[in-house]
């Protein structure tokens, strides 16, 4: 397989490398210089129309989307999630298709208050994006604590362990007090994401990108 991933240290696309090396897929990495908007040229747009990092193109063509690269390695790879045939497989795409759409979502109005509200109510749109994420946290606390999926467990690693581990890294850092998200409030996540940070592949990834030794739990922006 030949995979080339689009990526800028600490971005979505962190995501994606993170769930590469744990598949010991070998891959190449094209560095995206996202400060000089390389994300938004012509060129880039051919590989990602939509312009955001990641983008990982591969012997089936271009892809972008998270979820769906990470849900395309799981079916490539027949790890880091339940395949097709998998009785396990309806509630993981269930809980897959919710991180991206709403958790990721609802991080996004935290980082970017000023996209969907402009630059006189960023305080609003911060406020609407920190109970979206607190609540949706609580939902995946409970689907743990409750269900115990093998998919999302301290036990085995997986594709939504590292998405929700880079998401709980931005959002415990980056935003500002009093909007920045408290990880002891949901701890059977924090262990889930605590043993994903300890896994090989996490610890390369981020000692590249120097994030850290803990960097879904001990983040520091
Ligand atoms: N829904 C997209 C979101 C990706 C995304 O927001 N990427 C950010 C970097 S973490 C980006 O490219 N931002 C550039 C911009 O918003 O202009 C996905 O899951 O891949």
């Known amino acids: 397989m ?3 991933l689009h990526h800028a240290p600490d971005f979505a696309s ?37 312009g955001l990092i990641p983008a990982l193109e591969t012997d089936d063509g271009p892809m ?10 799981v079916d490539k790879t027949g790890r880091l999630g339940p395949g097709p045939n998998d009785p396990d497989r309806a509630a993981f795409l269930s809980w897959l298709f919710f991180t991206s759409n709403a958790l990721h979502q609802s991080a996004l109005a935290m980082f970017y208050p000023q996209r969907p509200a402009g630059e006189a109510n960023t305080d609003v749109a911060r406020a609407v994006g920190h109970d979206q994420v607190v609540a949706r946290l609580g939902l995946i606390e409970s689907l743990i604590a409750s269900q115990h999926p093998r998919w999302l467990s301290a036990d085995h690693p997986g594709v939504l362990g590292f998405y929700i581990g880079v998401l709980i890294r931005w959002l415990t850092s980056l935003p500002p007090d009093p909007f920045r998200i408290n990880l002891t409030q949901f701890p059977n996540l924090r262990a889930v994401l605590a043993a994903h940070e300890a896994r090989a592949s996490v610890q390369r990834v981020a000692a590249d990108e120097g994030l850290g030794t803990h960097p879904f739990t001990e983040a520091t922006s």
């Open 2 to 4: 030949n995979l080339t």
């Open 14 to 50: 962190t995501i994606v490398r993170m769930a590469l090396e744990e598949l010991e897929l070998p891959h190449t990495l094209a560095i995206v210089d996202f400060a000089a908007g390389a994300h938004q040229t012509d060129q880039y747009r051919r590989i990602n129309p939509v």
């Open 64 to 73: 972008f989307e998270t979820a769906a690269i990470l849900l395309w390695l």
